[in-house]
């Protein structure tokens, strides 16, 4: 009869597989084998995140800090947070949150749009210089795509088959979009797509944040 092996007879081990005692040197074997494939790999992947980069469109950030004054409470004084039968709700209003609520509205974010060109985006791939300190496109404006290209000293404004020249400094427009750029950028030439003023507001209203400080 066979008996039982004994557990402190190291004998009847199992063996143990040369997989589980694999070193660096072990991967670095691998990785000569594959070499070819992980390079491939790594080229896709560096292809793949540089164009996502070169396309993304550009996103610009602005931050202000507005103080409020109310000057009837600085004349009137306490009188001036009393409630009077013609106000009878104004000791329940917060002054903070009702301005924040007028910087938020889509009339201020109309008259940002209007003011600063909002409606002109650089198109994937192109960038938005910072040469061009005025840009105004109008609501009867009928063009799409603006092409732009900057010349020793000069600048071209194109849309469709009408185009402006002007020098640098002095205002070129075309199909309502107005332009001045004040010296000649790096870039030889970008492209802006003009999109609707209601899209505009929209991008602008979704992104505007008013914390209030205290």
């Keep these: ?6 557990p402190l007879d190291t004998s009847f081990a ?7 005692f694999a070193g660096i040197s072990e991967y670095i074997a691998m990785a000569k084998r ?6 491939l790999v790594a080229l896709v992947c560096t292809g793949y995140t540089f164009n996502s980069v070169r396309n993304e469109r550009a996103q610009y950030k602005s931050r202000a800090t507005v103080r409020l ?27 903070i949150s009702s301005q924040q609520e007028i910087v938020m509205s889509e009339a201020v974010a109309t008259i940002a749009v209007d003011l600063k060109g ?5 198109a994937p791939g192109m960038t938005f210089p910072q040469q061009i300190t005025y840009a105004t496109v109008s609501d009867s404006s009928p063009a799409r795509l603006v092409n732009m290209s900057f010349q020793p000293t000069t600048f071209v404004v194109s849309s469709g088959n009408r185009s402006a020249t002007a ?10 979009v ?21 899209s505009a507001i929209s991008q602008i209203a979704s992104k505007l944040r008013v914390p209030s400080r205290a």
């Design 69 to 95: 004054v109310d000057p009837s409470r600085a004349i009137a004084g306490d009188m001036a947070g009393s409630m009077s039968p013609q106000m009878p709700f104004s000791n329940q209003t917060n002054p």
């Design 34 to 39: 594959r070499w070819l494939l992980i390079i």
């Design 178 to 198: 107005r332009l001045i750029v004040a010296s000649r950028p790096k870039v030889p030439a970008t492209t802006f797509n003009v999109i609707s003023k209601e």
């Design 118 to 122: 909002l409606r002109l985006v650089a």
């Design 1 to 6: 009869m066979r008996l039982p092996p004994d």
């Design 14 to 20: 199992v063996p143990t597989t040369g997989t589980e």
């Design 167 to 176: 020098a640098y400094g002095s205002q070129a427009e075309v199909d309502g």
